[in-house]
């Protein structure tokens, strides 16, 4: 055996790959409602190239060659140019931090942030959802 193990000493891979596993495990899960960073500048730039690039080029199928495209572009522009795009990139981060604020206080608070108000469905789509069924399921009679 390598190194002086011995056979008690020595994991089999099977052994090693269970243990990998495990510990993956006790990563604490995503939450759901956690605000997503704000984009940088670069890809607030991004957004508005892609749409020039592919109607530039409609037979374009690559992904990597707008990235490219984009990227080559990003370096030659000057700081005036980027100007605008490093601005919004401030504005999306200020919100971002009054979320994330928020948010850190409704966890702060206990409060389940599940069930919140800013949930997507309003609030007559969750009472009809517990009434059991639609008006229109109720006329097919």
Known sequence: MKGGETKAQSKSTDERLKT????????????PNKPKRPPSAFFVFLE?????????????????????????????MTDEDKAPYVAKAETKKT???KTMQKY??????????????????????????????????????
């Open 48 to 76: 508005g190239f892609r749409k020039e690039f592919n109607l530039a080029n409609p037979d374009n199928k690559s992904v990597g060659a707008v990235g490219k495209a984009a990227g080559a572009k990003w370096k030659s």
């Open 95 to 97: 919100e971002y931090t």
């Open 20 to 31: 990998r596993g495990k510990k993956a495990g006790k990563k604490a899960a995503k939450d």
């Open 104 to 141: 850190n206080m409704k966890l702060a608070n206990g409060t389940s942030t599940a069930g919140d108000d800013d949930s997507d469905k309003s609030k007559s789509e969750v009472n009809d959802e517990a009434e059991g069924g639609s008006e229109e399921e109720e006329d097919d009679d």
